[in-house]
T-cell receptor, first 114, second 113 residues
Framework: DTEVTQTPKHLVMGMTNKKSLKCEQHMGHRAMYWYKQKAKKPPELMFVYSYEKLSINESVPSRFSPECPNSSLLNLHLHALQPEDSALYLC?????????????FGQGTRLTVV | GESVGLHLPTLSVQEGDNSIINCAYSNSASDYFIWYKQESGKGPQFIIDIRSNMDKRQGQRVTVLLNKTVKHLSLQIAATQPGDSAVYFCAESPSGSARQLTFGSGTQLTVLP
């Protein structure tokens, strides 16, 4: 299994809603990542989890709250988002966060905030 | 800060021709480089990687060249096919750590029939 699975594929939410994005991998990878990608732009790193601990938060607003329940799962909890938060949210994983670590990406969740 | 950039935002090639996508990087400490392909509506897909102690690496129909002197990376695709149409990103990382992966701005490759 070389897949990173993200659900849902599409999500439309209002600015007062609370929703969660989910990510799962069964490759035994110990590092997992959330990226945000706007249209026609490269992915931008949001969070890094290494061995289920948050190791990097790239100054992401608190309306985005990551959670890593176990080594295979990564969630991103969303609350009080703004329309400018509409984007493709990508989850990725790698063997570790150290050297020679190719990141595998999921298909993303297309989020629209209305 | 350091950045990774691409020379051309778009590239059109005839089916069957070879494609060359270029990337410049500015972080001389970069140790590990990856090319990703992203098709419309999908996540980035790993194509090929190269470490800084190499100057060339070949895969199936793809070759990555690294010129550390001028801090330049290129992806060559042989016999380009319609399925190669996508956005191609180079990404770089100091010390090969994915936690420090920085993506370039991307090149849209269009394969013409």
């Amino acid at each position: 299994d070389t897949e990173v699975t993200q659900t849902p594929k599409h999500l439309v939410m209002g600015m007062t809603n609370k929703k969660s994005l989910k990510c799962e991998q069964h490759m035994g990878h110990r590092a997992m990542y959330w990226y945000k990608q706007k249209a026609k732009k490269p992915p931008e790193l949001m969070f890094v989890y290494s061995y289920e601990k948050l190791s990097i938060n790239e100054s992401v607003p608190s309306r985005f709250s990551p959670e890593c329940p176990n080594s295979s799962l990564l969630n991103l909890h969303l609350h009080a988002l703004q329309p400018e938060d509409s984007a493709l949210y990508l989850c990725a994983s790698s063997r570790g966060a150290g050297g020679n670590t190719e990141a595998f990406f999921g298909q993303g969740t297309r989020l629209t905030v209305v | 800060g350091e950045s990774v950039g691409l020379h051309l935002p778009t590239l059109s090639v005839q089916e069957g021709d070879n494609s060359i996508i270029n990337c410049a990087y500015s972080n001389s400490a970069s140790d590990y480089f990856i090319w990703y392909k992203q098709e419309s509506g999908k996540g980035p897909q790993f194509i090929i990687d190269i470490r800084s102690n190499m100057d060339k690496r070949q895969g199936q129909r793809v070759t990555v060249l690294l010129n550390k002197t001028v801090k330049h990376l290129s992806l060559q695709i042989a016999a380009t096919q319609p399925g190669d149409s996508a956005v191609y990103f180079c990404a770089e990382s100091p010390s090969g750590s994915a936690r420090q992966l920085t993506f370039g701005s991307g090149t849209q490759l269009t394969v013409l029939p």
